[in-house]
């Protein structure tokens, strides 16, 4: 069974430029997550995927923005890249329960160092 | 909004020592997991716990919701738990994890 499959591992830009970030839940899983984490601090949410639709956001800038596939496969865009926006993607998946006591299972993160 | 608080920020162990590890929140939470971060940032699953008490082999969890607080207790710990442990919580009417603070392990031989 594969857990959370994230892409690609490494990333290097350029300010000013867009980038993508993929994301596989795990098997069984229809929710993805996805949460920033800068250099020393925790995972910060950034928004929550279900049925194709963006269902939470955290506090993030327009400048993110995402996508679910029917398969339920998740991308994270970032557009105008600054400095700031270094640090590592992490993206969680889980299951849309009833009542939503779910367990977030993460991938291995993508590392972003903005240029 | 809600606040969560871990205990000790950073803690130094011999191997074979034992360690608790605390997590305090302000609000009522849905859910609770604790998470161990490797040096490489990967977060791996060690309970998820709204309340009561789990074990793992050398690791156990006890979460009492109504005093707000959940423990995480080490046993006979090893150089490979090093790294970060995260605690976060789910607050009701969402879906997102609030992480705590994280408290930072190093097992020296």
């Known amino acids: 069974d594969a857990g959370v499959t994230q892409s690609p591992t490494h990333l290097i830009k350029t300010r000013g430029q867009q980038v993508t970030l993929r994301c596989s839940p795990k098997?069984?899983?229809?929710?993805v997550s996805w949460y920033q984490q800068a250099l020393g601090q925790g995972p910060q949410f950034i928004f929550q995927y279900y049925e194709e639709e963006e269902r939470q956001r955290g506090n993030f800038p327009d400048r993110f923005s995402g996508h679910q596939f029917p398969n339920y496969s998740s991308e994270l865009n970032v557009n105008a890249l600054l400095l700031g926006d270094s640090a590592l993607y992490l993206c969680?998946?889980?299951?849309?329960?009833?009542?939503?006591?779910?367990?977030?299972?993460f991938g291995q993160g993508t590392r972003l160092t903005v240029v | 909004g809600i606040q969560v608080e871990q205990s000790p920020p950073d803690l130094i162990l011999q191997e074979g020592a034992n360690s608790t590890l605390r997590c305090n929140f302000s609000?009522?939470?849905?859910?609770l997991q604790w998470f161990h971060q490797n040096p490489w940032g990967q977060l791996i699953n060690l309970f998820y716990?709204?309340?009561g008490t789990k074990q793992n082999g050398r690791l156990s969890a006890t979460t009492v919701a109504t005093e707000r607080y959940s423990l995480l207790y080490i046993s006979s710990s090893q150089t490979t738990d090093s790294g970060v442990y995260f605690c976060?919580?789910?607050?009701?009417?969402?879906?997102?994890?609030?992480f705590g603070t994280g408290t930072r392990l190093q097992v020296f031989p």
């Open positions: 716990i709204p309340s």
């Open positions: 976060a919580v789910v607050i009701y009417n969402t879906d997102k994890l609030i």
């Open positions: 609000d009522s939470v849905n859910n």
């Open positions: 098997s069984g899983h229809d929710t």
């Open positions: 969680a998946s889980s299951a849309w329960g009833h009542p939503r006591n779910t367990e977030a299972f």
